[in-house]
């Protein structure tokens, strides 16, 4: 799988598309839904998740939620028959892991609504990827995350309970990050995650381990080091004052 082709499925995943895995190996199949789904941390997928379909479930792939689902190849011609005359009507996605190709009516859509500086950078990052090990590639697409929600505590600036208004106005002066926000507010698995922080804000559990990853981002880590040193000199200055 290449990269350009593993950051189409990622966004779709993303935006919760239902997506159709094939292969002729279901060990295969459990071990790319696994690695896919691990891509999307700090989320977790809130939708169908069958690995593998058996036959007499093959009514789940005209499901009008999102789905992750995996297809043996011995039983793919008998769901396209059931399912292919809709497959472009119904946004349904297809994953051939084994021709290494993604057939996607909305990929084109779901890429052009992260911004694209944050999409140049993982296409950088996951270059050279076929001498990377599996940490260094779910490393890259952390840092995406990352990226894309650095603003998600600010849904809490005027109220206990999450904003969406207001996280979305903190990109107000990014059109591009503000468009990906309004988008990504009707995620389930968004909604899921900031409803996990609320309740550790309640029980002041504090900060995780993504939280230090969004503040160890190179832009947010000078502002911190800077406003540190700022905090540093006026307690010196003070120090000095009362020393006199």
Same mark, same amino acid.
């Given at each position: 799988?290449? $990269?350009?082709?593993?950051?189409?499925?990622?966004?779709?995943?993303?935006?919760?598309? +239902?997506?159709?895995? +094939?292969?002729?190996?279901?060990?295969?199949?459990?071990?790319?839904?696994?690695?896919?789904?691990?891509?999307?941390?700090?989320?977790?997928?809130?939708?169908?998740? #069958?690995?593998?379909?058996?036959?007499?479930?093959?009514?789940?792939?005209?499901?009008?939620?999102?789905?992750?689902?995996?297809?043996?190849?011995?039983?793919?011609?008998?769901?396209?028959?059931?399912?292919?005359?809709?497959? #472009?009507?119904?946004?349904?996605?297809?994953?051939?892991?084994?021709?290494?190709?993604?057939?996607?009516?909305?990929?084109?859509?779901?890429?052009?609504?992260? $911004?694209?500086?944050?999409?140049?950078?993982?296409?950088?990052?996951?270059?050279?990827?076929?001498?990377?090990?599996?940490?260094?590639?779910?490393?890259?697409?952390?840092?995406?995350?990352? +990226?894309?929600?650095?603003?998600?505590?600010?849904?809490?600036?005027?109220?206990?309970?999450?904003?969406?208004?207001?996280?979305?106005?903190?990109? +107000?002066?990014?059109?591009?990050?503000?468009?990906?926000?309004?988008?990504?507010?009707?995620?389930?698995?968004?909604?899921?995650?900031?409803?996990?922080?609320?309740?550790?804000?309640?029980?002041?559990?504090?900060?995780?381990?993504?939280?230090?990853?969004?503040?160890?981002?190179?832009?947010?880590?000078?502002?911190?080091?800077?406003?540190?040193?700022?905090?540093?000199?006026?307690?010196?200055?003070?120090?000095?004052?009362?020393?006199?």
């Amino acid at each position: 799988m290449s $990269p350009g082709l593993l950051i189409d499925v990622f966004v779709s995943l993303l935006f919760e598309r +239902r997506i159709i895995l +094939r292969s002729n190996s279901l060990g295969t199949l459990t071990d790319v839904c696994s690695a896919l789904e691990s891509l999307l941390f700090p989320f977790k997928w809130q939708g169908i998740y #069958i690995i593998p379909l058996h036959v007499e479930m093959l009514d789940y792939c005209h499901a009008p939620t999102p789905y992750l689902i995996g297809v043996h190849s011995s039983i793919f011609e008998r769901l396209m028959s059931e399912v292919g005359n809709s497959i #472009i009507d119904e946004n349904i996605s297809i994953l051939d892991i084994d021709k290494k190709a993604f057939y996607s009516n909305t990929k084109e859509e779901d890429y052009d609504s992260i $911004p694209r500086k944050v999409m140049k950078e993982l296409e950088s990052n996951l270059k050279g990827w076929d001498q990377f090990g599996g940490r260094e590639i779910k490393d890259a697409f952390v840092t995406c995350q990352a +990226r894309l929600l650095s603003n998600y505590t600010c849904g809490w600036l005027n109220s206990e309970h999450f904003n969406k208004d207001d996280f979305i106005a903190s990109h +107000r002066s990014d059109p591009s990050f503000q468009m990906f926000a309004e988008k990504l507010i009707q995620v389930q698995m968004f909604e899921q995650y900031v409803t996990m922080k609320e309740d550790k804000r309640r029980k002041f559990e504090g900060r995780d381990g993504f939280d230090t990853v969004i503040s160890n981002l190179p832009e947010l880590k000078s502002n911190l080091d800077a406003l540190k040193k700022f905090g540093v000199g006026l307690l010196e200055k003070g120090k000095k004052r009362n020393s006199k």
